[in-house]
């Protein structure tokens, strides 16, 4: 059976923290406000994946108020998601939208697709990213939309 999902996430930008996408670290002088990396394309990832079959998301899968995923790596998450909920899970495809107003995200574009394609163990061509700015209307902030086709194998 086939299913779409649909995951979102967002996070402040500040200061001096590493900015983390698609387990791929971008230069740049801001980095996300969170518990963990603040990876918004994989956690956005996460719920467009789980929550087609799991009924769940990615806050109650790793809670943000347990101590185990202060820092913890997004990327080791949706590792672990993959070998675990969503191991009787065929992933057709995954389609990413990522707004960011700076810095520039192309030049990234092909680490951050085969970074997530190496976590999901599935073919880079079957991951797309787009981005977007939010034309200056949203500075402080990396927002992230993620649309998955799954099916129950």
Known sequence: ????????????????LPLWLGGVQIESPY???????????????????VGPFA??????????????????????????VRRTTLKEVKIHNVD??????????APYRSLIRESLAEALGIDKDM???????????????VECYVVALVEKI
């Open 31 to 49: 980095g996300c406000v969170a518990h963990s990396d603040g990876d918004v394309v994989v956690h956005a990832l996460i719920d467009a994946l």
């Open 1 to 16: 059976m086939l299913r779409v999902g649909l995951g979102y996430d967002l996070h402040r930008l500040s200061f001096g």
């Open 55 to 80: 009924h769940t998301d990615v806050g109650e899968l790793f809670p943000d108020n347990d101590e185990r995923y202060r820092g913890v790596r997004s990327l080791d998450l949706l590792r672990e």
């Open 127 to 141: 991951v797309h990213l787009k981005a977007k700015t939010s034309e200056h209307t949203a500075c402080e902030r």
């Open 96 to 105: 990413i939208v990522v707004i960011l107003d700076s810095p520039k995200i």
